[in-house]
């Protein structure tokens, strides 16, 4: 197999979710973004990261909020996803434009989306300024999932197969299961 090198490499970690994020401005107004950049920091406690462009509507209305809900899209959900990423909430009410619907949460003023089968309520709880983005880590106050997608209810592990994933500046679905973590351990 032979290698090449690529000193400024662009997204070298890949796949991500394509997930939507929630945010509200000071009237209450919800808007959503898509974004690519949703990562686990944190097991105990549970925290998430999302990397969001300073020039993002939506980075203003976290960082003044300090709340913001990730929302997991289906496959099916490609033309919503991509339209929330691709229009700004300065500009357009993405949840009239989309028909996603908007549902309270229970610890955070941002809105889950109905039609998401997982939703994670966070709390920002750190800023780092990056360079292209800036880093809110969001501890994860609350989990939202259908009860049909769910391995195991206690510990809010979802089975991902209709999930949405973004990569190479496309969408995917996900592929055959390869194995149980921990394969290598069993004779
Ligand atoms: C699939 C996809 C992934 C994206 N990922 C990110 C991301 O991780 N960070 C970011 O700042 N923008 C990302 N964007 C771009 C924003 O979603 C886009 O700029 C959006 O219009 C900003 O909305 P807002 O101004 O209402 O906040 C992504 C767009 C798409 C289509």
């Known amino acids: 197999m032979s290698k090449i090198q690529i000193p400024r490499c662009y997204r070298p970690v890949y796949p991500t ?20 950049e949703v990562a686990m920091v944190s097991l105990k406690p549970t925290r998430v990261s999302v990397g969001m462009r300073p020039a993002t509507y939506s980075n203003g209305l ?34 009239v434009e989309t028909g996603l619907t908007p549902e309270p949460a229970v610890h955070v003023k941002p809105p889950l989306i109905k039609e998401c089968p997982v939703n994670l309520e966070c709390k920002v709880v750190g800023v780092l300024s990056l360079g292209s983005h800036d880093l809110f880590i969001g501890d994860v106050v609350m989990m939202h999932a259908e009860k049909d997608i769910l391995l195991n209810e206690e ?29 290598s351990r069993k004779s």
């Open 155 to 183: 510990r809010g592990q979802v089975n991902p197969e209709k999930g949405l994933i973004f990569a190479m500046n496309s969408y995917w679905g996900f592929g055959e299961k390869l194995g149980d973590a921990g394969l």
């Open 62 to 95: 976290v960082k003044n909020s300090g709340e913001f809900v990730v929302n997991f899209a289906n496959a099916d959900m490609v033309r919503e996803v991509d339209f929330c990423g691709t229009r700004s909430g300065r500009n357009v009410d993405k949840f």
């Open 17 to 36: 979710p394509a997930a939507l994020v929630t945010s509200i401005d000071s009237d209450g107004k919800p808007n959503i973004i898509t974004l690519g």
